[in-house]
């Protein structure tokens, strides 16, 4: 095996030998080689970055148009003066990702309604603006172009405008929406060459050869701004033809050779040209400090390196075996390791078990504790219900019964006058009854708060109970979000209770309910028409059910007021803080 190794070895040097000597007497061609490939790849380099950019310049615009045809299908129900503000503002902060400097709203009669970026100028004139004259002579909407100077702290500065005609349904013309670009920020932000281009200068001219963007440069007429232009400078901007790419070498007015690549394009109608120019020393930079009699030093120093690196390899052939060994080993360590794993699994899926076992039989005791709490809760209900009736409707009943046998003695003895008393009150304690009645019945019958909201159970109520009783029920939701189960439980129960007690004691003809639901707290106001009350009387004496719902508001971090007096109705009015339910739970 030794000797097979020593034969190779010479093989090998033999063949480095043979390959230097080649290398040597091919330096001076390679070189030169070497300098036209690696301008060769700069320029193609040059040109796949103009390109992207162009592509991504006219994208840009695409989806720019399409914001602004879907922010205008937006407007078509009518512009107001908020509903502009709120659209707008919107929709900036979307169109910033693409450019976008300022979008404003200008009416049919071209006066600035609003503007994001630009607030000074809202209630300019802008119906001299041919780009609001092309607008207004549109059948429908679609985007009109317009190229602009900027004033102000960008003055000088290119921009383009692209205005979006606004119609109402139906084809009325109500104004014109339209967004600013600065050119100079549109192609920076699209211009990504790599590190070995992060040396050249990307600029652009339109087709009337006037700078829109250079790094150095102001924007102007080339031939103003560059004193003098050398001809094959010139010759290099006219051989671009649109939808092209172009490489090409020219003197600069720096009279240095420089390497330029140009990408024509469409932008809103009118031919830019795309340009990237780097001085040709500083593309050959890495080859110029090596002559070309120092190539063949390199190429002996390469081969050198390269030899010593096969030389290591043999001397360290030795070690193979101790490395194969140690793979080995650590392949019976994983398979010890897998077994582990295997019986660590089993014991898994044997503890699993064992909980599930455990978690059914805590479900099964849930459901029998459920079902016993719900025994209680009909025990608890039903007696309730028969002191309802003992208390309110067997009394007005008995009520009825004495009234009947007075006025059977009145009419007996002729006494109309109190005769007709006595039945006006045998007539209110029957309707007292019937109230009382159909309360108890609704409550037999709730409406269920997990099947139709707070809202639909309070609805549900006032048409079940209030408007069969003659009362005029009113119920406003505002706001926005679905309530907890216990904050509806609790907003139905107070509601319910105060519309019992407006039933039984106030003899009003309207009750409402407003409830607005906030993003911290939730408020509701129960409000009748009655005889009203004097609350003095009622302070530290419980009744009517108040006692109950202040405990319900407090137990939620709420408070409870009332308002009332003799003959002005009766306003309760609740508030609660809002938590996640997960708290309720705990």
């Excluded at 069969?468 to 107070?494: D, N, P, Q, W």
Aim: net charge negative; proline share 3%.
């Amino acid at each position: 095996m030794k000797g097979k190794f020593q034969k190779q070895f010479i093989v090998i040097c033999v063949l480095f030998l043979l390959a230097l000597t080649g290398l040597v007497f091919f330096s001076q061609q390679a070189f030169l080689e070497g300098i036209y490939i690696v301008k060769d790849s700069f320029s193609r380099q040059q040109r796949l970055v103009l390109k992207q950019t162009a592509v991504g310049i006219e994208k840009n615009l695409e989806l720019i148009v399409q914001e602004l045809e879907i922010l205008s299908q937006s407007f078509a129900g009518g512009i107001g003066p908020e509903g502009a503000k709120s659209g707008l503002d919107a929709f900036f902060v979307h169109l910033e990702e693409y450019f976008v400097n300022d979008i404003g709203l200008i009416d049919a009669h071209g006066i600035l309604q609003h503007a994001v970026a630009t607030p000074s100028l809202i209630g300019t004139d802008f119906s001299s603006r041919n780009y609001f004259k092309k607008s207004m002579a549109l059948a429908q909407a679609a985007p009109v172009y317009e190229f602009t100077t900027f004033q102000g702290t960008d003055s000088g500065r290119k921009g383009i405008v692209i205005a979006m005609p606004v119609f109402q349904n139906d084809r009325q013309f109500q104004g014109v929406i339209v967004a600013a670009i600065k050119i100079n920020e549109l192609l920076e932000g699209f211009f990504s060459p790599d590190d070995d281009q992060a040396q050249s200068e990307f600029w652009a001219v339109d087709s009337s050869i006037n700078i829109l963007m250079h790094p150095r440069l102001e924007p102007g007429p080339l031939a103003e701004v560059v004193k003098p232009i050398t001809e094959s400078f010139a010759l290099f901007l006219n051989n671009a033809t649109t939808g092209e790419s172009y490489t090409g070498e020219y003197l600069s007015p720096a009279r240095e050779i420089t390497i330029g690549s140009a990408y024509s394009l469409k932008v809103a109608g009118e031919s830019w040209t795309l340009i990237t120019s780097t001085p040709e020393k500083n593309i050959l930079k890495p080859l110029t400090p090596f002559s070309r009699k120092y190539i063949s030093v390199i190429s002996i120093i390469f081969l050198a390196i390269i030899s010593a690196t096969f030389i290591i390899f043999f001397l360290f052939k030795k070690y193979h075996d101790e490395l194969m060994q140690e793979i080995s080993e650590r392949k019976l360590m994983q398979e010890e390791l897998d077994r582990n794993q295997e019986k660590l699994e089993e014991m898994v899926r044997l503890r699993t078990s064992e909980l599930n076992r455990t978690h059914q039989q805590l479900q099964n005791e849930v459901l029998q504790r459920k079902h016993a709490m719900e025994e209680a809760v009909v025990m608890e209900e039903r007696g309730r219900l028969a002191r309802e009736l003992h208390d309110s409707v067997s009394q007005s009943l008995y009520s009825v019964t004495l009234f009947a046998e007075t006025s059977r003695q009145l009419a007996a003895k002729g006494d109309e006058k109190k005769l007709q008393e006595n039945l006006n009150e045998l007539v209110g304690c029957a309707i007292g009854a019937l109230k009382e009645l159909r309360l108890l019945v609704y409550d037999l019958r709730p409406a269920s708060l997990e099947e139709e909201g707070l809202e639909g159970a309070l609805r549900k109520r006032l048409e079940t109970v209030e408007q069969r009783s003659g009362v005029k029920g009113h119920l406003e939701v505002t706001g926005g979000g679905r309530l907890t189960v216990v904050e509806e439980g609790a907003l139905y129960r107070m509601a319910q209770e105060a519309l019992n007690n407006a039933l039984k004691h106030s003899k009003a003809n309207s009750v409402s309910v407003r409830i607005h639901v906030g993003q911290e707290r939730v408020e509701m106001e129960v409000t009748d028409n009655g005889i009203g009350f004097l609350l003095e009387e009622r302070a530290g004496k419980g009744g009517m059910g108040l006692s109950s719902m202040r405990e319900r508001a407090e137990k939620l971090d709420g408070t409870m007021t009332v308002h009332t007096a003799p003959g002005c109705g009766t306003s309760i009015k609740i508030a609660i803080k809002r938590y996640p339910e997960k708290i309720y739970e705990r």
